[in-house]
């Protein structure tokens, strides 16, 4: 059975192949009929989001954007991981040149480190926005989005090592797959514990930071609100920009929409590389079983997940997608507007807030 990020079956731990063993073919048959499911839905759903989102594109705001290009990295991780590996799953063993399987390989770990950095760049933005916002207030509109830029440098250039170490080789006598050969016994444990640390650990470890700080930060806003409201609160400010903390009503959505997401992420990833880790440090590890692999299936089940979340947020889940395409200007700047107005309205808290003191 081929797995998502590396080949249990297909690597050889001391340089020499091992033999061509028969898989089990009830188990095959599960794993196909799951990624049909994940591969068709994932696509359906991406596609729909990103498409809308690319007709609006001149009018996105910066959250959106992060939206639009989280979308383009989990149709990575559909066309170019989930679907390679159900082909592969079909065919048994891999089909194609030398070529082709150091493509394949090179551009699932970069659907994965692109899935993965954009939600983190996400949550940094999130994290800017609300525990400086004088700072995100002043900065102009660039150009080209920074942050975004570099999430998909760090998937580009750390997925490059992936193109050394697969291979097409011959497994057995005329029978041919992609393969990676470590040197024993740490090659293997080595490349699975760092993939392990730089596309999950050190992702998962900044993002619950910047959560911590951004619900510490609103919780002390609150506080501060509670205790000092006086005459700078009863002045006429907007709904928006008068809500709890001097966060604004949309920003505290986005907020909350992202805490969804690095869940949704933990969730489906975690068992992924738990089993990973469990299949290469304990030899005796059951990596053939049906358990094992619905695990490591539950990590495709992400790029299912994020359009899912953000069309949940925008509150019209049973019908967005299939009015995504039919909405009206009017209807579209109506939605806009209030995301358009977090940095502006959190300024004008804030500034009432010190007014008050």
Same mark, same amino acid.
Not at 2 to 5: F, I, W
Not at 28 to 35: D, P, S, W
């Given at each position: 059975m081929? @797995?998502? @990020?590396i080949n249990i079956s297909n690597i050889s731990a001391d340089g020499a192949l091992s033999e061509d063993e028969p898989r089990d073919e !009830?188990? %095959?048959?599960?794993? $196909?009929?799951? @990624?049909s499911i994940i591969f068709i839905t994932a696509g359906i759903l991406n596609f729909g989001l990103l498409l809308v989102l690319w007709k609006r594109r001149k009018q996105l705001s910066r959250m959106r954007v992060f939206v639009f290009h989280l979308c383009v990295a989990d149709l990575v991780v559909t066309f170019f991981q989930i679907c390679p590996q159900l082909i592969w799953d079909i065919t048994d063993r891999f089909v194609g040149p030398d070529v082709l399987c150091r493509a394949v390989k090179y551009l699932q770990v970069v659907g994965m480190f692109a899935s993965t950095y954009m939600i983190v760049v996400m949550t940094i933005d999130r994290y800017q926005a609300i525990c400086k916002p004088m700072v995100t207030f002043q900065k102009r509109r660039a150009r080209w989005n920074g942050p975004v830029c570099a999430a998909w440098c760090v998937s580009l250039i750390g997925s490059l090592p992936q193109v050394f170490i697969f291979s097409r080789v011959e497994v057995?006598?005329?029978?041919?797959?992609?393969w990676a050969q470590f040197i024993k016994p740490w090659g293997l444990r080595a490349y699975v514990t760092w993939t392990t640390l730089v596309i999950f650990v050190v992702p998962v470890l900044t993002v619950v930071a910047c959560q911590v700080r951004i619900c510490?930060?609103? !919780?002390?806003?609150?506080?501060?609100?509670? !205790?000092?409201g006086g005459e700078a609160y009863s002045k006429? @400010? /907007?709904?928006? %920009? /008068?809500?709890?903390?001097?966060?604004?009503?949309a920003r505290a959505k986005t907020v909350k929409m992202?805490?969804? $997401?690095?869940? %949704?992420? $933990? $969730?489906?990833? %975690?068992?992924?590389?738990?089993?990973?880790l469990w299949s290469v440090w304990d030899l005796e590890a059951p990596t053939q079983t049906a358990t094992f692999t619905i695990l490591m299936l539950l990590a495709s089940l992400n790029s299912c997940a994020n359009p899912c979340i953000y069309l949940l947020f925008s509150g019209k889940l049973p019908k967005r997608l299939v009015a995504l395409m039919c909405m009206s200007e009017p209807e579209l700047k109506d939605s806009i507007q209030e995301e358009t107005t977090m940095v502006s309205s959190l300024y004008i808290s804030l500034k009432s807030l010190s007014v008050s003191r």
């Open positions: 081929a @797995l998502l @990020l !009830h188990l %095959a048959q599960v794993e $196909i009929v799951l @990624l057995a006598p005329g029978v041919y797959d992609c510490r930060t609103v !919780h002390l806003n609150f506080h501060t609100k509670t !205790h000092n006429p @400010l /907007s709904t928006r %920009a /008068s809500s709890v903390a001097g966060v604004s009503k992202t805490v969804v $997401i690095v869940l %949704a992420y $933990i $969730i489906c990833w %975690a068992p992924f590389f738990t089993v990973q």
